[in-house]
C-alpha cells in the first residue's frame, strides 16, 4: 500500500474556545470512527469544554462511548463535558425556545437543542407551528416572547422564522431544512426565503445547519464556562 | 435595406376566446407601436372582447389610443370592449380580492386588476398585509373569506399565499413577483417558495405574471360574455 | 441516550379543515411509523375528515392499517374517513379528469386521484396525450370540455398544460413531475416553462406535487363535506 | 496612452468556408465599427463567400456600408457577397421555412432567414403557431411538410418544437429565444425545455442564436457555393 | 387495496411513424417490466418498425426478450423489427459516425449507436479523439468527411463538437454526457459549452441523449423504411 | 385615463415597534415619491421613532425633506425621530463596530451605520481588513473584542466574516455584497460562502441588506427606546 | 447632511508586495475618483512597486492622472512605477504570451497584457486562435512552446484552454470571459468548462478576471522588483 | 446479445508526455475492470512514465494490480513507473506543500499526494488550518513560504486559498472539495468564492479535482523525467 496519506496529521485547536467562546466541534461525515474518538478524546485532553462531535454514524458514535463512557448521546450528536450551568448573573441560565414548522424538521431542531445544552442552557420547543396554521403559532406568542433567544427552523417555503420576527421582539436566529415536497430543492428555496424576508432582524445559517443555529446563540448570550 | 423580416406576418387567433374562455392578449415588448396598434385593432375587426395589451410602452400606448380612442389604459395595460358584466346567473358580478404584501408588489397588482375589470368582474384590495405583521392579514379575514377568489402578490419570501391559505377557504392563486431587497434573486426566491408551500391548494403563475394570475380566475369562474 | 427530543410534540390542526377546506395532510417522510400512525389517528379522534397521509413507506402504511384497518391504500397514499360526496347542489359530485403526458408522470397522478377520491369527486383520466402526439390530445378534446376541471400532469418539457390551456375552456391546474430524458433537471425544467406558458390562465403547484393540485381543485369547486 | 493592445491583430480564418463549408462570421458586439468593416472587408478581398456580420450597431452598419456600398442589411445583421443560389443538383434551391411561435421571436427569426438567404436558399416563414393555439399550427402542416428542412423559434415555455417534430417529418432545428413574461429566465427555460423535449430528434442551438441554426441547416443541407 | 390507479391506459401512438418518420420509442425508467413488455408487443401488433425500448432494467429486458424472443439486446437497449436497410436511393445506405471524447462517454454512443442500426443505418465509431489530444482528431478528419452524417459526444468541458464542426463540413449533432471529473456537473456543463459553441452550425440534444441525437440524424438523412 | 390603482392603500404598521421592537421601515424603489413622503410623515404623526427609509432616490429624499426638514440623510438612507440614547441600563448605549472587507463594500456598510445610530447606538468602523492581509485583521483585533456586537460586510469570496468568528467571541451578523470581480456573481457568491461557513456561530442576512444586518443588532442587543 | 460615512477610512495595505510579492491593486469599480486617486498616491507615496488600478471610469482616471502625470494608461486600467525589468537572473525578464480565442476576449486580455507589463514581464500575444479553426492553433504551437508562462483567455464555449493544455507544455492560467452568443450565461459556461477540463493542469481565474491571470503568472514566474 | 459496442475501440495518446509534459491519465469511474487494466498496461507497454489511473474501485485495483503487481497503491489512485527524481538541476526534486483546511478535504489532498508523487516531487503537508483559527495557519507560514509551490485545499466556504495567498509568495492552486455543512452545494461554493478572491494571483481547478491541481504544478515546475 502507498502513502499519499502519511504525514496526514490532526491539528486541534485546543484554544477555539478561550478565543471564540466556542470550542471546536467535530464534524462526523468523511472522518473514520477511529478519527472521530481521536478528535473528541484530544479535545477532552485538552481541557476543552462542551466537546461536542455531530453527524456522527453508529459506528462513530460506537468508537467514541467505548472511550468516552459518560458521553452523552442524541441521535448522531454525541456530547461530553458538557457545561452544567450558562448563567451569566447568578439567576438562572439563559432560556432558548427551538420553533419548528412541522415534523420534518424536527431532526435539525434536535441537534440544535443537543448543542445549547451542551454550553449549559435551557431549552424548550415549540412545535408544528407552521404559517399554514398561523393561529397555533399565536397561541404561543407569550411563550416566544418569554424565551431569552429563539431559534426558528422551517424547511418547505421557510415562511415561518419571518412570521415570528413579525410577531415578537424576541431575538432569533432562522435555520432552512431541505424537508419538504414539491419545490423545496434541497433547502435552497426555504434559505433564499429567509435571506429575502421581508421582517428586518432575520439572520440565518446554513441548510440544515442546527449546530451552527446554536452556537450563534451561544454567541450572542455571550455563555461562558 | 434588407428584407429578411418580408414574409412575417402576424396571424391572430381570433377564435381563442370563444375555444378557451380567453381571447388572445397583446404583450407588448418587443413589437412597435404599429404592430401592437394593428395587433388591437385587428382583434376589435375580428370582434373579440375584452381586447387587452400588457406592458405597452408609452409610444405604444399613443399608437394604440389614437386608433382607439375610447381604450382604457391602467399604467402599462391597456384595455378595449372590456365585458360589461361576467355574472354567472343574473346576479352580481363575481368578485375577486387582489392581495398584496407590500407597496413594491402594486404595479402587478395593478394588471392584474385591470384584466380583472377588463372581464367584468368586480375588484377590492387588501394591501399592505405581508406575513411580516400579521395581525394586519387576520383583521382582513372576514373581506377575503366574502371574495369568490383571491389573487395573492408577494415578492421577497414570497410567505404571504401562504398564510391566506391556511387562514381562508376561499379559493387563490398566487404570483410572484420580482420586488425586493437581499436574496430575492428578480423573483425565483418567491416563485420556488410558492410552489414550496406547505399549506396544500396553493397554485402559481410566473414572476409578476399579474395578467395570468387574472385569467387563471377568469377560467376558474367560468365567466363568459 | 440523551433527551435532545424531549419535549417534541405533534400538534395537529384539527380546525384547519373547518377554516380552509381542507384539513391537515400527513406528510410521510422523515416521520417514524409511530409517528404517522399517532397523526392519523389523532386526526380521525378529532373528526377530521378525510384524512389523508401521502409518500407513506411500507412501514408506515403498515402502521396505519394496523391501527385503522379501514383505511384506503392507493400505492403510498393512506386515506380514512373519505367524503361520501361533494355535490355542491344536490346533483352529482363535480368531476375532475387527470390528464397525464406519459406513462412517467403517472405516479404523481395517481397522488392526485386518490386525494380528489377522498374528497367525493368523480374522477377520470385521459393518459398519454403528451404533445409529441397532438393528435391523440385532440381526439379527447371533448371529454377535456365536459370535466369540471382539469389536473395536467407532465415531465421533460412540460408543454401539456399549455397546450391544453389553448384547446379548451376548462379550468387546470399543472403539475410538473421530475420524469425525463435529457435535460429534465428533476422537474425544475418542467416547472420553468409551466410557469413561462404562453397561455394565459395555467396556474402551476411544485414539481410531483399530486396531492397539491388535488387540494387546489378542492378549493377552487368548493368541495365541502 | 499605454499600449497593452499592442500586439493586438485580427487573424481571420479565410480558408473556414471551404474547411466547414460556412465561412467565418463576424460579430459584432465588442469590436468597434473599424474592426467590423476592416473583417468584412478582409473576408471579402480573400475571395470568401458569403460575409455576414450580425448583431451589428448603427455604427457598425455604417462603417461596413461605407466601405462594401452594395453590402445588404436586415436589421443588426449585414451581407455581402450573398450566394446566388445553392442548389445542390440543378433544380431549385433547397426551401427553408423558419416557424415562430410569437411576434417576440421574430428578430431571433430575422437574424437566421438572413443567413439562410445569404447562402443561396429559399426561405418561407410560418408566424405565429404558438401551441396556445394549436390549430393555427395544424392549418400549416402542409406548409411544413412541403419544406426541406424548418428552423422552430420559440420563447416563454418552448413548447413549439415538439408540437411540431410530433407533426411532420421534416427535418427540423429548435432555437430558444430570450422572450417571455413569467419565468422565461432570459431564455434558459426554452433551451432546457427544448433539450427535454418528449419529441425524438429535435436538436438545439443557444438562445436567441438565429445564426447558428440557419448554419445548421446548411450544414445538414450541404449546401456549396 | 385501493385504486387510484384504475382507469389508467397506455395509448400507444400508432401512427407517429408514418407521421414524423420515428415511432414511438419506449423509454424504460418509471414503468414495470409488464408495462415495457405490453407498449413493446403493442407496437409490434400495431405493425410499427423498427420498435426500439431504451434505458431497460435487466427485468425490463427478461420481460421483453420473454415475449419476444428475436428481440436484439444492447446493453440496456433492445430493438425488435430493426429496419432492413434504410438507403436512401438504391445504393448503400447511409453511414453516419459516432464520434466519443473519452471512454465515459462510451454508454451515451452505445444507445446512438443501437438507434442508428435499427433504423438501418450504416455506423462507424471514432473513438478518444478528445480535444486534450487534438491530433488524434486531426488523423481522423478524412474518416468523419467520409461520413454522411455525425454524432459527436463529450462530457466535462464539452469541447469537441466545436472542434469538430470547424475542421469538417459534415452535418453532426453534439451529445452532451454527465461523465466528468472536476466541474461537470452532471452535464450541465457539457451542455451549456455546446449550446455556447463558437462554431456556428452545431445542434444539441439533451444530457446522455443518444437516442435523440440519432433520431435526430435519422430525421436528416430522411431515412424511410 | 383607467383605474386599476384606485383602491390602492397604505396600510402601515404602526404597532411594529411596539410588537417587535424594531417599527415598520419604508423601502425605496418601487414607490413614488409622493408614497415615500406619506409613509415617512404617516409614521412620524403615528408616533413611531426611529422612522428609517432606505435606498431613496434624490427625488424621493426631497419629497421627504420638504416635508421633514429635519430628517437627516445619510446617502439613499433618510432617518428621522432618531432614538436618543440606546443605553439598556443607565450607562452608555451599546457600541457596534462595522467591519468591511474592502472600499466597495462601504455603501452597505453606511446603510447598517445610519440605522444603528437611527437605533441611539454607538457605531465603530474598522475598514479594509478583507482575509488577503490578513495581518490588518490581527492589528484591530482589540477593537473588536470591545465592541458589544458587529457587524461583518464582505462581497468577492467572502471570507471575511469566518476569519472575524474565529478571531474573537464578539456576537456578529455577517452580510455578503454584489461587490467584486470575477465570479462573485452579484454577490451570490458570498451570500453561500458565508452559509457554509466552518465557523460556527455566524448568521447572514441578505446580500446587500445592511438594514437587515442593523435591525437583526437591534433585536440582540434588545434596544428600547 | 448625516455622516452614515463617517469614520470611512481608507487602511492601504502597504506590505503586501514584501508579503506576497503582488501589491494591493485598486479596484476602481464603487470608488469616488477622489478615492482611487488618493489609493492610488497613498501607494506611491508607500514607496509600493507597482501600482496599478483596474477598471477605472474616465473620470477616476483623469483624477489620476491629474495627480501622477507620467501614469500609464491603457484602456480603463492605469499604471504607475511600473517594474523596470523582471529578469530573474540577469538574462532576459520571462516572456509571457497571451491567447485569445476571438476579438471580443481582447479588453480582457488586454488587462492581463497591461498588469504583466507592470511587473517587467515581456509580452507577446496570440489571437483569433479559437478551436473553430484549430490549424490556426497549431500554426502557432512553437510560439506558444517558446514562451515561459501562457495566458489563455475565451469565452463562449471556453474549450481553449483545454485545447493549448493538450498541444504545448508550456504552463497556462484560463481566463474565462462573458463574451458571448448563444448560451455563454455572461461566463459562467466558459468558468465551469474550464474547470471541467478533460486537459489535466489547467487552473483557471474568475470571469472577466485579467489581472487576476497576471497576478497568478508573476507568482508562479517569482518575479521580485 | 447486440453489438452497439462493437467497433468500441481504446485509443491511448501514446505521446502526451511528450507534448505537454503529463501523460494520459486513467480516469477509473465508467469503465470496467478490464478496460481500466488494459489502458494501464497499455501505457506501460508504450514506455509512458508515470502511469497514473485515478477514482479506482476495488475490482479495477485488483484487475490492475493482477497485471501490475508493483503498482502503487494510494486510495483510489494507481500508479506505476513513477519518476524516480523531478530535480530540474541536479539538486534536490521540489518540494510541494499540500495545505488543507480540514479533516473532510484530506481525501482530496491524497489524490494530489499521490500524483505528485508519481513525478517525484518531494511532498510535505499542512493540515487543518482553516480560516476559522487563523492561527494555524500563521504558525506555519515559514514552512508554506519554504515550498516551491502550494496546493490548498478547502470546501465549505472556501476562504484558505485567499488567506495563503494573501499571506506567502509562494506560488499556489487552490482545489474546492464537495465537503460541508450547510450551504456547500457539493463544492459549487468553494468553486466561486476561490474563483472570486480577493486575492490576486489565486487560480483555481474543478471541485475535488486533486489529481488537476498536482498536473497544473507539474507543469509549472515544469518536471521532466
Redesign the interface.
Known sequence: ?????E???????G??GA????P??V?G???TPT?VRD?VVGLIEAGVAPVIAT?CSPAQIAAVTAAVPDA????P?V?ARALAAAADGGGAAPGVTVVT????D??V???A??TL?AFGLR???V??????????L?DRADDLRRAD?LIVVAG????LP??V??????????VPTS???????EG??????????????????????G???A??V???L?VRP
Open positions: 500500500m502507498g502513502d499519499a496519506g504525514g496526514r496529521e490532526i491539528v486541534l485547536d484554544t477555539r478565543r471564540t467562546g466556542i471546536e466541534i464534524y461525515p468523511g472522518k478519527q478528535a453527524r452523552r448521546v442524541d441521535g450528536t456530547v414548522a412541522g415534523t420534518a424536527q431532526a431542531a434536535d441537534e437543542v443537543a445544552r431549552v424548550e420547543r412545535s408544528d407551528v407552521g404559517v399554514a396554521g398561523i393561529h397555533r399565536l433567544a418547505m417555503e421557510g415562511a419571518t412570521a420576527a413579525g410577531l415578537v421582539d424576541t431575538p432569533l436566529v432562522a424537508a419538504g415536497y414539491g419545490s423545496s430543492f435552497i428555496t426555504a434559505l433564499a426565503a429567509m435571506t429575502a424576508s421581508c421582517a428586518p432582524g432575520v439572520s440565518v445559517v446554513g441548510v440544515d445547519n449546530v451552527g443555529a452556537c450563534a451561544v454567541r450572542w455571550r
